[in-house]
């Protein structure tokens, strides 16, 4: 039975999947739920069982960052394990891999050696901090990462010191950035006739992400610092008090702000010269924040996310995440799926965040267990049974 494609869109592309922990996972969960014919090449460990990067196997988020994909083991250190992926190079159109950059080149596998095999070949990496330069050999990690880049810096209350973010911007960010990369390559690759390197790092794509706080110093000489639930220029923006919880009220210019402060009850706010101009308010931020407060603790959030919606008032509750999963809009979406497995397993997940109206993408099958298809994946590469039950016997599968 053919292995089901999440969609039609990239279902021309095999890719060979080296990757491990997120960043890399990540990029590739992108090509597979796009429909690419990914094969995920598992190390082949003494004890299949052992406790591995990036958590149990069935754990949720091992199951979040591979579904869709393929599996077969391969031992890389094995001179024999290294003729075997060759082979798969040969007919592959993508790799993708996040080893520090002197790991591939001790395997055999980094770009040079797979370019000239396939001189077709997209080749994705990434690292914690760049392929070269000073600190290319170190170990990249996310939170790392996100202290290197910036964005702690700017993160959390006013004197609370640095703050981390509450999920691996950094890594998801770095691995989305590497999927754009292959695919424009791709793109590429039907002018040129050649594949090319696809670089990218944890630290390069936390400094994109900074986008205007970034702009900020390098066009204005000024240096962002913390400033909490408050938006940095928009004032005000921010969460608000209400009688059962909190809000998100968000207000850019001067007609949202009239409207925001008659839909809350203080038309006099207006001509407050305190409030009047967005460089006033900017200079009285923290008394406006508590009369604002104030106003808002009159009504329950629900009925302030409506009056200010109906008002043109951007807003929104905050919710936790199991909220946010029953809102109405998220229910519509349909962004939160079930993946069809044989066991009939519950295995639901995020879906991806964008739709095309003719291949769109879908779960179409469950994270594979270790190695679950390396027969089946070398027997379309071209290996025979008996070269398949050879590699199987010296421990090379």
Not at 58 to 78: I, P, Y
Not at 364 to 373: N, R, T, V
Request: glycine share 10%.
């Amino acid at each position: 039975m053919p292995f089901p494609r999440a969609s039609a869109a990239l279902a021309r592309f095999t890719v060979l999947d080296l990757t491990r922990v997120r960043a890399g996972p990540t990029c590739v969960r992108q090509l597979a739920d796009w429909g690419a014919n990914v094969i995920k090449i598992d190390a082949l460990l003494e004890d299949a069982g052992a406790e591995q990067l990036g958590g149990p196997r069935r754990g949720s988020d091992f199951q979040n960052l591979h579904r869709n994909k393929r599996a077969m083991t391969l031992n890389l250190k094995d001179p024999r394990g290294l003729e075997v992926f060759r082979r798969l190079v040969e007919k592959a159109d993508v790799v993708v891999e996040n080893f520090r950059p002197d790991v591939k080149a001790r395997l055999g596998v980094d770009y040079e050696s797979v370019r000239k095999i396939n001189p077709r070949i997209v080749y994705g990496s990434i690292s914690g901090f760049g392929q070269d330069g000073p600190y290319h050999k170190r170990p990249g990690f996310d939170q790392i990462a996100q202290g290197m880049g910036g964005l702690m810096s700017i993160t959390g209350a006013p004197g609370g010191g640095p703050m981390r973010v509450g999920i691996p911007v950094a890594d998801l960010t770095a691995g989305l950035f590497c999927a754009m990369g292959i695919l424009i390559a791709l793109l590429e690759r039907d002018v040129s006739g050649e594949g090319q390197w696809v670089k990218t790092s944890l630290l390069q794509a936390q400094i994109f992400m900074l986008d205007f706080q970034a702009s900020r110093w390098l066009m204005e000489k000024d240096v962002a610092k913390q400033a909490g639930n408050n938006h940095p220029t928009s004032i005000p923006t921010g969460v608000f008090k209400t009688s059962d919880g909190y809000i998100n009220i968000a207000t850019t210019g001067g007609r949202i702000w009239e409207r925001c402060a008659q839909t809350l009850g203080a038309p006099e706010f207006i001509t407050n010269p305190d409030y009047a101009t967005a460089p006033a308010r900017s200079k009285n931020r923290d008394a406006l924040n508590a009369a604002l407060n104030l106003l808002t603790a009159k009504k329950s959030t629900d009925a302030w996310v409506k009056e200010l919606n109906a008002a043109g008032v951007p807003c929104g509750p905050i919710y936790s995440i199991d909220q946010m999963f029953e809102d109405e809009q998220v229910k519509h979406l349909g962004i939160a799926q079930d993946v069809p497995n044989a066991e009939n397993r519950h295995i639901r997940l995020v879906g991806q965040p964008v739709t095309l109206s003719r291949t769109p993408s879908k779960m179409a099958a469950p994270p594979p267990e270790f190695g679950e298809q390396t027969d089946e994946v070398l027997g379309e590469f071209g290996f025979t049974a008996a070269e398949i039950a050879d590699l199987r016997k010296n421990k090379v599968v």
